[in-house]
């Protein structure tokens, strides 16, 4: 099964707060073609994704 995705907006932050409340982190955040992402295990072991998506132009908008 694929994992279960969350869209975020700052993933390196979400993953400092999570990580310090013990989630257990399958990766680290990642850069990937201007996005960031991360992935951990809920406490029942499903893998979930969690995304930044890429900004724009300098405007603060989100694509």
Known sequence: ?????LTVDHCRT????????????TQEPTDRYGAVDAGFRDPSGNGWKMTEPRRCGGTGSTT
């Open 14 to 25: 979400a993953y400092e707060r999570m990580r310090a409340a013990g989630v257990e982190f």
């Open 1 to 5: 099964m694929p994992p279960l995705v």
